[in-house]
Nanobody, 127 residues
Framework: EVQLVESGGELVQAGGSLRLSCAVS????????IGWFRQAPGLEREGVSC????????YYADSVKGRFTISSDNAKNTVYLQMNSLKPEDTAVYFC????????????????????WGQGTQVTVSS
């Protein structure tokens, strides 16, 4: 059974940092791309970042470049999202998701490319 379990979301002040974790099980880690998405109330779910665990290649949305860093611990089948310099507009439910590795050559931050999803973790940034 494919499972993705997010953790690490909480309330933080603007300018602060958080690290989200996504623990993955049920499939061969190297065959998939793991992405982070977020959804704020009333808005579409948007791609934040993704990483290919096989070669470490990653993508970032423009809104988080220079502030967020995605990484992968293949030994633990876990992907992390380090979020620094957080802003109130980063407030959202953050989801991790898995897609076949080919997505890195097509639409790496398109949510419709991702077949497996976690339950989400709430990140709230207060001003």
């Amino acid at each position: 059974e494919v499972q993705l379990v997010e953790s690490g979301g909480e309330l933080v002040q603007a300018g602060g940092s958080l690290r989200l974790s996504c623990a993955v099980s049920g499939f061969t880690f190297d065959d998939y791309v793991i992405g982070w998405f977020r959804q704020a109330p009333g808005l579409e779910r948007e791609g934040v970042s993704c990483i290919s665990s096989s070669d470490g290649k990653s993508y970032y949305a423009d809104s988080v470049k220079g502030r967020f860093t995605i990484s992968s611990d293949n030994a633990k089948n876990t992907v992390y999202l380090q979020m620094n310099s957080l802003k109130p507009e980063d407030t959202a439910v953050y989801f991790c998701a898995a897609a076949r590795a080919i997505v890195m050559h097509t639409y790496p931050l398109d949510r419709y490319e991702y077949a497996y999803w976690g339950q989400g973790t709430q990140v709230t940034v207060s001003s």
